[in-house]
């Protein structure tokens, strides 16, 4: 079915006048090396626009001065890097932090590259989480990634088509109908959500399946996908800590999200035309996607 304003404001979470930080969630971002230390703060930045109460940017230990003054609203917890990437030994400092300060969603994988820490991270995690990125390119070397995930968690994937290939070892269709049978074969071997990025792009749990109309060719443009994570993740850990975190409200998020990701691109492109908006842009409108979905 199409996604529609009406449909994403039934799903949007709840703002209580009484509410306090602790009733929206906390979102642990685990992002960025050497090299891509940008998208950290663009999931970070996202997560809080869309209303999570707090987030927490786990990254590499030499970008946490920059993340942090980039934007001082979020934690920042500084990992062990090798080679510029986030190193095997911050498995146990990541398992430490979970432990003591009970983060309600997980959000890995953008801009991480190859490290080493990803599987043996993902093969003890048992937060709810949003997978994108390079954490879904860590699952597809792995000859079964189903066995990595073992089910423990409930989770949302967030591949682009190539990420998509990678994961499914094979051509990903263009057309509608073969899109939607590639998501659901992916949700059918993690047994959770699946958001295939790209024009229209489709949601489901492998058996409900949502196209999202919003979006186009304003959203092409680098760290566009790491603003979609990071708002998720906020609309999860929200939905989440209000009702159950499960594949029921991990699918209210992801529909969620991609109309408003979408709803703000078109709205940045109507002020900076489609080809001059940047990721940051496509931020910079979440409260307006808010008020253009929830007006009477």
């Not at 942090?68 to 510029?84: D, F, I, Q």
């Not at 997980?106 to 590259?113: E, K, T, Y």
């Amino acid at each position: 079915m199409r996604s529609t304003r009406a449909l994403i404001k039934s799903f949007l979470p709840a703002r209580p006048k009484q509410a306090n930080k602790g009733m929206f969630g906390r979102v642990l971002i685990v992002a960025g090396s050497e090299k891509m230390a940008g998208a950290a703060v663009l999931c970070a930045k996202a997560v809080l626009r869309t209303g999570a109460g707090l987030a927490v940017l786990a990254l590499p230990r030499s970008r946490q001065c920059m993340a942090a003054a980039a934007l001082p609203e979020m934690l920042t917890l500084p990992l062990p890097e090798k080679n510029g990437m986030i190193s095997v030994r911050a498995v146990s400092v990541l398992e430490k932090f979970i432990q003591d300060f009970h983060p309600s969603v997980l959000l890995l994988g953008p801009g991480l590259s190859i490290a080493p820490f990803i599987i043996p991270f993902l093969k003890r995690n048992t937060l709810p989480a949003v997978l994108d990125a390079d954490a879904l390119n860590a699952l597809a070397s792995q000859a079964d990634f189903g066995t990595v995930l073992g089910r423990r968690f409930p989770l949302i994937c967030t591949p682009h088509p190539g990420e998509m290939k990678r994961l499914l070892k094979k051509s990903i269709p263009t057309d509608e109908g073969g899109r939607i049978r590639c998501a659901k074969s992916l949700s059918e071997q993690t047994g959770g959500i699946t958001l295939l990025k790209g024009f229209h792009t489709v949601i489901t749990d492998g058996k409900t399946v949502y196209v999202n109309p919003t979006g186009g060719p304003a959203l092409a443009k680098a760290g566009s996908g790491d603003t979609l994570g990071g708002m998720i993740a906020g609309l999860w850990a929200q939905l989440g800590t209000a009702e159950k975190f499960d594949n029921k409200t991990a699918l209210q998020a992801a529909v969620c999200g991609a109309y408003l990701h979408g709803l703000c691109g078109d709205l940045a492109a109507q002020k900076l035309t489609e080809r001059c908006v940047l990721a940051s842009d496509v931020a910079a409108e979440i409260p307006r996607a808010f008020k253009r979905i929830l007006a009477r």
